[in-house]
């Protein structure tokens, strides 16, 4: 891995915070992400599953986390199967962990090799009366292809049809969504990266330029800082571009008197960044664009200072609905008879801001975490409102990513990535 290790005691934190909740005689099992071809013999890039790496910090394909807190033989109450390697497997694809390297990885002293499953999770099975399968039940999944989860899933049913069954997801969005102190130090590693490709653009962005060549920039500067790269598809979107809120072309050219969004990040050690800066492309804010410019920045200051224990997201949107909708009206894109008439499902202001303000960060871009329920300290959210006016080919997005404290404001792990227009122009003009 690129990343330098990680203490193996938050994997141990982050099992012990799992098995608290689980149901007495219950087994709960987690599997890597399958790896994905592309055609031939070729196979895209593994990233691994996020929940089995926050359980384990197992980092392999083909690797199985079982967990079974009453497991009468007290060395299988916790189990990390790992893909078995040999001479072979090391030249032609690099060392996989041996079974001391895995211990040392996850904390975990029970290490078997993956053929060895079947025969121990059988054995297991006596002995427990419920399973939990490990479903996708994020709010934005979008599942498209059967995953090996889904595979497992099918063969317990099949297998064990006698068993109780349970889902996991409610575990891990509960855990997950507060983050351990050293997520945080790897979540501040990851924007510091981020940091440092936005500075090396701003001396790079100038008229002619092309949106990939900005993208490439970025990937330039996160290589050479141990990231695998963007935690997510990068947006880099000049004029009309900065509109389409998903557009990840960025094919096009940045003209002269164009805004230019760029919504990156880097990942550092499978824990996602996640920032937005909106840049003139000549170096130079118009007056119009520095009063919109000025009007994001306000909001997500605003919406920032509200980011506290006991914030409920919905009521939070809410709030900040209020706020773009009075500096909408400072800048004369509604009006007051806008605001009368709107449809409370779909007021004014998203005509010009229409989607979230905010979403929980970590392992995941949108990562896992309570909604619902009151917002605690140790959780992690993005700020990112924004402005869009297509008529003027224009869109202002600006975005940090920040850390619920227990008292006062949150904590902004960018509070070190340029962001006031003064020093946005005197660094892309220095």
């Avoid at 055609?39 to 980092?59: E, M």
């Amino acid at each position: 891995m690129k990343y330098h290790p990680i203490n193996n005691q938050l994997f141990i934190k982050n099992r012990a915070k799992f098995t608290a909740q689980m149901k007495s005689k219950s087994i709960a099992v987690f599997n890597s992400n399958d790896v994905f071809t592309t055609g031939a013999d070729t196979a895209l890039p593994f990233h691994q599953h996020r929940d089995i790496f926050y359980l384990s910090g197992a980092d392999q394909e083909e690797s199985i986390l079982v967990l079974f807190p009453d497991a009468l033989n007290p060395k299988h109450r916790e189990i990390l199967f790992v893909r078995e390697t040999n001479e072979h497997i090391a030249i032609w694809e690099g060392a996989k962990l041996t079974k001391e390297q895995a211990t040392a990885t996850s904390g975990i002293e029970t290490i078997y090799w993956l053929s060895d499953f079947d025969k121990i999770f059988f054995d297991l099975m006596t002995e427990a009366e419920t399973v939990y399968f490990n479903t996708n039940e994020h709010y934005r999944q979008a599942v498209v292809m059967e995953t090996r989860e889904d595979r497992f899933i099918k063969m317990v049913k099949d297998k064990f049809p006698a068993h109780n069954w349970a889902k996991s997801y409610p575990i891990m969005q509960s855990i997950r969504g507060v983050k351990e102190q050293e997520e945080i130090d790897l979540l501040q590693t990851a924007c510091d990266i981020t940091e440092k490709g936005f500075r090396r653009i701003l001396s790079f962005v100038k008229p002619g330029v092309m949106e990939y060549e900005i993208e490439a920039e970025y990937m330039h500067e996160f290589l050479r800082n141990r990231s695998k790269g963007f935690a997510y598809t990068p947006i880099v979107g000049s004029g009309y571009n900065a509109c389409v809120l998903h557009y990840i072309e960025n094919n096009q050219v940045c003209n002269d008197g164009d805004m230019l969004l760029m919504d990156v990040g880097a990942e550092y050690a499978n824990y996602s960044s996640d920032m937005t800066r909106t840049i003139p492309v000549n170096g130079r804010f118009t007056d119009r664009q520095r009063a919109i410019y000025n009007a994001v920045n306000r909001v997500k200051d605003e919406a920032t200072k509200m980011l506290v224990p006991g914030t409920i997201w919905a009521d939070y949107h809410v709030e900040v609905g209020k706020i773009m909708t009075s500096e909408l009206l400072g800048l004369g894109l509604i009006d007051k008879a806008d605001v009368q008439n709107e449809d409370p499902n779909w007021p004014a202001y998203k005509k010009y801001f229409m989607h979230g303000t905010s979403h929980h960060m970590g392992l995941d871009t949108h990562d896992y975490g309570a909604l619902k329920t009151p917002m605690t300290a140790g959780m992690v959210f993005t700020v990112e409102p924004g402005i869009y006016i297509p008529k003027e080919n224009m869109g202002i997005r600006l975005e940090d990513d920040v850390v619920i404290q227990e008292n006062g404001e949150p904590f902004n792990l960018m509070r070190n990535i340029p962001i006031l227009p003064e020093e946005i122009e005197d660094l892309m003009n220095s």
